[in-house]
C-alpha cells in the first residue's frame, strides 16, 4: 500500500474535506502566525530577561565580594595561619549578602579555609577558573595590575552557582566566592511559565480572531456557493444582494450578471424549443384530417387493386403503402411531442406479462416466427397501451433487421421484471450501438426512403422511461440482444400530467438495427 493509499484510508472522505476545508486552513494559519510570533517574542523576552536577571545578580555579588576582600584582607598579618585565613573568609562571607567563601594560600597548601567547610572547598572550584585566577598578566599602561577578578558559572550539585576568584597579593593568599543562583533561576522559571501562558493565549486569541475573521469573509462566499447551487438546481431567478465594494461585491455583481445572461438565455430556448413542439403538434394535428381521408381512400383503392388495369395496380400499392407510412409517422410525431410538453401519463392496470406479450404477438401474427418463454404469473401494474408499443417496437425491429427465430424471455428480478428480446442477426455495429435510441438515427444513412422513420426504439424508450423502467441494447453471441427492465410498480404520476393519445402500429417502424 503506497503513503497516497495509506492517507487515504486513515482519513475518510468526508474528514479529508473538512480538513481542507478554507475557514480550517483559515483558521490554522492564523494560529500558526500567532503561534510563531508570541514562540518569537516569547523566547526573546526571556533570553533577555535571563541574562539581565543572571548579569544583575553575578555583578552585585562580585562586586560586593571585591569590596569586602579588599575591607577584611588589609588586617590579615603576613605568613597567616590556616585558622587566620578561616577568619578571613568568614569575615568576607558576612558582609550582607549571601555567598560563601574558600580562602587559600599557597603558603599552607594543606589548609583550605572555607566560611562552609562542610558544603564548599577548593575542589568545589572549576580547575579551569583556578588556573586563570593563578595566572598574572602583563602590567602595561592601560592594565597596572598582575591580577584580576574571574568568575564563571558552574552547577554543583544540580544547583546554580556564579563562583568568581581572585589573587590578593603576589605572594598573598587567593579568594573564591560562591554565590547560589536559585532564586535567580526560580524567578526565570516563573517568568517562562507566564511567557507560556501568555503564548497559549495568545495562540487562543489568534484562532478566535480567526474565526471571526473566517465568519466575516467565508460569509459571502457561502452565499455565493448556496446561490450558485440554486441556480444549478433550475431557479434562475436566484441572485446575490450586493453589499460594499470591496473584491468579494464585485464576485457578486459578476454572478449576478452571469445569472441574469443565463436567464435570458435559457428563456430564448425554452421559447424556441416551445415554438417548434408547437409547430411539430400542429403541422402533425392538421395532417391527421387529410390523412384520414387519404387512408380511407386508400383502404377501397387497395381492395379493388386486384380488378384495376396492370398497369396502374404497382402505382395503386404504392400510394397505400406511403400514406399508411405517413400516417404512422404523424402518429409518432404526436406522441413525441407529448413526451416532450410532458403532457403523457400512464393509465396503469395490473396485467399478467406474459399475456400482454402474447396478444402483442397474435395481434401481428408473429407467433410462428417468435419464440417466447415467459412464465405465467409475473403481475405488474403498467399501461397495457404503452407496454404493447415498447414490445411491438422491439420485436418488429428484431423481425425485420435480426431475422428468425427472435426469442423473448421473460423472469422476474427482485422487484422488477426483465425482458429480452434477442435475434439471429448479425448483431448491431459497435458504432452505432450507442446511437439506437436517438431519433430519426438509422444504421444505413443511405437509405432515406426505408420504410421506418428512426422513432420506433426513441418511442419505446419513452414509454419504458414513463414506467420507471429502461432499456439497453448489446450484441449476444449470436444477433443482437435488446433487454427491457420495468418495476413490477410504477413510479408516482407527476403533477400536471394529461393522457397521451394513441399511437399507431410503431412496430412497422424500422430503425437503426
Known amino acids: 500500500m503506497t503513503d497516497h493509499q495509506t492517507t ?10 473538512r480538513l481542507r476545508s478554507l475557514r480550517v486552513r483559515l483558521i490554522a494559519v492564523f494560529a500558526a502566525v500567532a503561534l510563531l510570533a508570541a514562540v518569537s517574542a516569547s523566547g526573546i523576552a526571556y533570553w533577555l530577561n535571563r541574562d539581565a ?36 573568609a568568614s569575615n568576607v562571607a558576612s558582609s550582607g549578602l549571601t555567598y560563601d567563601v574558600v580562602v587559600v594560600d599557597p603558603a599552607h597548601p594543606e589548609c583550605s579555609a572555607s566560611s562552609d567547610p562542610a558544603n564548599f572547598t577548593l575542589a568545589d572550584v572549576p580547575a579551569a577558573l583556578q588556573s ?26 544540580g544547583r546554580p552557582f ?7 597579593v603576589p605572594n598573598g593568599p587567593t579568594a573564591y566566592m560562591f554565590k547560589s543562583l536559585e532564586n535567580e533561576r526560580a524567578d526565570l522559571n516563573t517568568l517562562g511559565w507566564s511567557l507560556a501562558i ?17 465568519a ?32 468579494l461585491a464585485d ?21 424556441r424549443e416551445a415554438q417548434s413542439r408547437r409547430f411539430v403538434a400542429d403541422m402533425s394535428h392538421e395532417l391527421r384530417t387529410p390523412l384520414t381521408a387519404m387512408t380511407a381512400v386508400t383502404d377501397i383503392l387497395e381492395d379493388e387493386a386486384e380488378s384495376l388495369d396492370p398497369m396502374i395496380e404497382p402505382a395503386v400499392r404504392l400510394v397505400v403503402s406511403e400514406t399508411r407510412r405517413l400516417s404512422d409517422l404523424v402518429e409518432n410525431l404526436m406522441e413525441v411531442t407529448r413526451f416532450d410538453a410532458g403532457t403523457a401519463k400512464l393509465v396503469a392496470d395490473e396485467v399478467d406479462v406474459a399475456d400482454l406479450i402474447m396478444s402483442c404477438i397474435d395481434g401481428r401474427a408473429w407467433y410462428d416466427a417468435v419464440e417466447l418463454d415467459a412464465p405465467r404469473g409475473i403481475l405488474a401494474v403498467v399501461d397495457p397501451r404503452r407496454l404493447d408499443v415498447v414490445f411491438a417496437n422491439l420485436i418488429g425491429n428484431a423481425l425485420k433487421h435480426g431475422g428468425s427465430p427472435v426469442r423473448v424471455k421473460v423472469r422476474q428480478d427482485g422487484e422488477s421484471v426483465v425482458v429480452e428480446v434477442s435475434d439471429s442477426g448479425p448483431g448491431i455495429p459497435e458504432d452505432v450501438l450507442p446511437h439506437v435510441f436517438d431519433r430519426f438515427y438509422k444504421a444505413d444513412r443511405g437509405r432515406a426512403r426505408s420504410e421506418g422513420s428512426g422513432l420506433g426504439l426513441s418511442i419505446a424508450m419513452a414509454n419504458a422511461q414513463i414506467h420507471g423502467g429502461t432499456i439497453t441494447a448489446a450484441n449476444g453471441e449470436v444477433g443482437a440482444v435488446f433487454t427491457l427492465t420495468l418495476p413490477l410498480a410504477p413510479p408516482p404520476p407527476s403533477a400536471g400530467e394529461a393522457e397521451g393519445g394513441p399511437v399507431g402500429d410503431a412496430a412497422e417502424d424500422k430503425d437503426a438495427t
Open 8 to 17: 487515504a484510508r486513515r482519513f475518510p472522505t468526508g474528514r479529508w474535506r
Open 53 to 88: 536577571v543572571l548579569k544583575r545578580a553575578q555583578d552585585t555579588a562580585l562586586n560586593d565580594f571585591r569590596v569586602s576582600l579588599t575591607r577584611n584582607v588589609s588586617e590579615l598579618p603576613l605568613n597567616a595561619s590556616c585558622p587566620e585565613l578561616a577568619t578571613l
Open 132 to 157: 586563570t585566577v593563578a595566572k598574572p598578566r602583563e602590567i602595561t599602561e592601560n592594565n597596572p595590575y598582575p591580577y584580576h577578578l574571574y568568575w564563571q558559572r558552574q552547577n554543583l550539585e
Open 162 to 168: 556564579v563562583i568568581g576568584g581572585t589573587k590578593v
Open 198 to 214: 501568555a503564548t497559549l493565549l495568545a495562540l487562543i486569541g489568534s484562532a478566535l480572531l480567526a474565526q471571526a475573521a473566517s
Open 216 to 247: 466575516t469573509v467565508l460569509r459571502p462566499v457561502k452565499r455565493l456557493g448556496d446561490a450558485a447551487r440554486r441556480l444549478g438546481e433550475g431557479h434562475l431567478d436566484t441572485r446575490l444582494e450586493v453589499e460594499g465594494s470591496d473584491e
Open 251 to 271: 464576485l457578486a455583481r459578476t454572478f449576478n450578471r452571469a445569472a441574469e445572461s443565463l436567464h435570458e438565455q435559457v428563456e430564448e430556448l425554452s421559447a
